[in-house]
């Protein structure tokens, strides 16, 4: 099982990015995965959950900002992040399952200044 987390970057505030999970060794459209973030000296932050059949729920505080979606022909999990806040500079992680415990991958980091 692997996670392969890319896209963060350093963006100003009000911007935007696209994360982007690649997911391999296990069969992908079978899985729901999780979007969660976390800055030092925290826990993880949860940001949101798909499902198998494109059900989404988000933390109250990201609704409306991020979206969480899947592709399952590309193995992957995408987080789409709008109008960035300092707020939001945090590592993010995608995680196999809908709770935080499961196995994720390294991190992307995603810094929110100007």
């Known amino acids: 099982v692997q996670l392969v987390e890319s896209g963060g970057d350093l963006v100003q505030p009000g911007g935007s990015l696209r994360l982007s999970c690649a997911a391999s060794?296990?069969?992908?459209?079978?899985?729901?995965f999780t979007w969660a973030r976390q800055v030092p000296g925290k826990g993880l932050e949860w940001i949101a959950t798909?499902?198998?059949?494109?059900?989404?729920v988000y933390g109250d505080s990201m609704k409306g900002r991020f979206t969480i979606s899947r592709d399952n022909a590309k193995e992957t999990v995408y987080l789409q992040m709008n109008s960035l806040k300092p707020e939001d500079t945090a590592v993010y992680y995608c995680?196999?399952?809908?709770?935080?415990?499961?196995?994720r991958g390294q991190g992307t980091q995603v810094t929110v200044s100007s």
């Open positions: 995680i196999l399952g809908s709770t935080l415990r499961g196995v």
């Open positions: 798909i499902y198998t059949e494109d059900r989404t």
């Open positions: 060794g296990f069969t992908f459209d079978r899985f729901a």
